[in-house]
């Protein structure tokens, strides 16, 4: 149950999300996280008296029956099924983690259960006889007279599927009294078949829709074309919103070509100097003033510039703030964090939302796109199977690559998930786009087999087989994925949920079949290449070759994985000592090639406590600490 409808490639480059632009009118962009700060009392008062944050409306669902809706509200639409629940999702995928964690959710929360009611119909679940659904949920009247600057907040949890263009979630207001509609995005970023944050708290500033209206209601629509999974929602307040706020709601660090996409890891020989932009919005009550963008970066390098000065944003005006002379150049291998901090002459007042940071990093060899972090919450799996048309093989999911400056890629790397079943395997095929838009396979490597446990939940690295390949300036590549044994096993790989909202929508790409044709999708593979070290001035001596990682999970219960990152092929072996220094494990890997790997250690025979585990790599030998537990 996690099929979804490619959108074709019509043209490779990628798009950026904002331009130079002014908006007077609210949109759905407006719905996002905000402080728990936010979160007011949910007792309601008058209309009088009120002060930034205070609240006007709310509703916790405390009073309203199990199985029922609040007093005053109504449903409409085809299914016709919210209602309050203390126990969350109850359908086939339902389980005690399918529950939202709001501020008040020991008085309940209200759920529209799709998954339930199409297990009802059903009878069984497989999904195959899933119907879509529609339902909506709708307040009683709210009188916001005499407060024309409010903001509409709620707490959330969900689950969707299966096509981003089938499958919605809609938070409507109205100052008719329910005649006319302004609709606001409450899915974001959210994948098809992810979770969001549990709980998420909603923000958005309806003043432009239903300020100072005395006839307002607020209405909440599931829409999905297969019916799938569940949409929690609770503590639904109106406050009154802060006079002056400008919020930073975008921040791009722009490598060789503007609108690129996000590199977390960038090989030296390929540094190019980054200029930045930020995306903002005049989100309070009145008009700001002398509106610029601040970016500092820390770490290998340290940089500190100012952006443009907007003299001023009339309410609701959005625009982008930048930074192109003088350009960072981050020269040094090493991490670098930067953080951008919007400002106005106006004291601001919600801070939370003037500043974001990132993280890169300058490494010697490895280009990725992902920040590599193996954690439920942070990683989830992707498949080409995921897509209709993909279960079958020489499917294929890739990442988009740009060169400023030549050079030669030696290998290239995935992490292989647990949910990979035994007996898939893949390769790698490394495509050139041309001037066209086409791509053109111009290198492969061997195939790797997934046999047991123990060739997944690890980075795989594997060369090119005809050798390594020279890259030019300004090219553009594409490495993949490529599928074999589906649909009997199906392959997946990791992905990075934290980048899927940071990544253009056309830097990665699913073939459903390996036909040649494309389309793109919004997500951030494990998927990376591997370029030869080159001499960029420092001593020899100086240059780590090896990265070494705390193993996942620590304490370890049963099997753990050690991630680690070597500069250049080398001879690798493990070994695992006890507090007193015995050795009690001693594993020889042979000779390695540059990027990244994966030990898997099994702890089952071994006693629980504290040990040390070494890589040698080498000359080179590194140590750390981790914990063994039974279960």
């Known amino acids: 149950m996690k099929k979804i409808y490619l959108l074709t490639l019509s043209v490779f480059v990628s798009v950026g999300v904002w331009a130079q632009q002014s908006v007077t009118t609210m949109n759905a962009a407006n719905a996002v996280m905000t402080k728990a700060t936010e979160e007011a009392v ?37 299914n016709q099924v919210w209602k309050k629940t203390m126990i969350g999702s109850t359908g086939c995928f ?18 529209f259960d799709a998954d339930s ?85 909603i923000s958005i500033n309806v003043s432009a829709a239903v300020g100072g209206s005395n006839n307002v209601k607020v209405k909440f629509k599931f829409d999905s074309g297969l019916g799938v999974y569940f949409w929690q929602i609770d503590d639904v307040q109106i406050i009154e919103g802060p006079a002056n706020d400008v919020k930073l709601e975008r921040a791009y660090a722009d490598f060789s070509y503007t609108d690129g996409g996000f590199y977390t890891q960038t090989p030296a020989g390929q540094v190019a100097p980054i200029t930045f ?33 907007i003299s001023s944003m009339p309410v609701f005006m959005r625009d982008t703030l930048l930074i192109t002379t003088p350009t960072f150049d981050p020269l040094a291998v090493g991490t670098y964090n930067i953080a951008y901090t919007v400002s106005q002459v106006e004291t601001d007042e919600l801070i939370s939302n003037n ?81 066209t838009g086409t791509f053109v396979e111009v290198a492969a490597s061997d195939i790797y087999v997934v046999a047991s446990n123990a060739d997944k939940n690890k980075w795989v690295t594997m060369s090119f087989l005809t050798g390594p390949y020279n890259v030019l300036a300004a090219e553009t590549y594409v490495i993949g994925v490529r599928v074999y044994g589906a649909p009997a096993f199906d392959l997946d790989i990791l992905n990075d949920l934290t980048l899927e909202s940071t990544q253009p929508a056309q830097t990665t790409f699913v073939d459903a079949g ?72 001693s594993v020889n890997e042979g000779n390695l090639s540059a990027g990244m790997h994966s030990i898997t250690l099994e702890t089952a025979g071994i006693d629980a406590g504290v040990y040390f585990y070494t890589l040698t790599v080498g000359d080179q030998i590194l140590t750390k600490k981790m914990t063994i537990m039974k279960n």
């Open 42 to 78: 949910v007792t309601p008062e008058s209309n009088t008296n009120k002060a930034p944050f205070d609240v006007i409306w709310s509703q916790d669902f405390g009073s309203t029956g199990i199985g029922s809706i609040p007093a005053g509200w109504s449903q409409s639409g085809a």
């Open 94 to 111: 339902g389980t005690s983690t399918s529950t939202l964690n709001s501020t008040t959710k020991l008085n309940g929360v209200l759920i």
């Open 117 to 201: 009611l199409n297990e009802a119909i059903t009878a069984d679940c497989t999904g195959a006889t899933y119907a879509a659904l529609s339902g909506e949920v709708i307040s009683e009247t709210i009188d916001l007279t005499g407060k024309p600057n409010v903001r509409l907040i709620f707490q959330q949890y969900f689950r969707l599927c299966c096509s981003p263009t089938t499958t919605f979630l809609t938070v409507s207001v109205s100052a008719d009294g329910g005649g006319t509609w302004t609709d606001y995005d409450a899915k974001g970023s959210t994948g098809i078949n992810s979770y969001n944050p549990n709980p998420e708290t």
């Open 277 to 309: 932009r930020g995306a903002i919005l005049n989100d309070g009550g009145v008009a700001q003033t002398t509106v610029n963008m601040n970016v500092a970066v820390t770490g290998a390098g340290t940089y500190s510039q100012n952006s443009n000065t």
């Open 355 to 435: 500043t974001m940071t990132k993280s890169i990093k300058v490494s010697d060899t490895v280009y990725a796109r992902d920040y590599g972090v193996v954690s439920a919450g942070i990683s989830s799996s992707l498949s080409p199977s995921d897509y209709v048309g993909g279960d079958v093989d020489g499917s294929l999911i890739a990442t988009l690559y740009e060169f400023p400056a030549a050079g030669k890629l030696t290998s290239a790397s995935a992490y292989v998930a647990t949910s990979t079943q035994n007996g898939a395997s893949f390769d790698f095929v490394l495509y050139n786009i041309d001037g």
């Open 514 to 585: 390996g036909t040649g044709t494309w389309g793109w999708i919004q997500k951030a593979p494990f998927l990376h290449l591997n370029l030869e070290a080159i001499n960029i001035g420092i001593n020899e001596k100086d240059i780590q070759n090896v990265v070494l990682h705390q193993n996942i999970p620590n304490p370890a219960i049963g099997t753990t994985t050690v991630n680690f990152e070597i500069v250049k092929a080398n001879e690798v072996s493990f070994s695992l000592f006890d507090v007193t220094g015995k050795l009690i494990k």
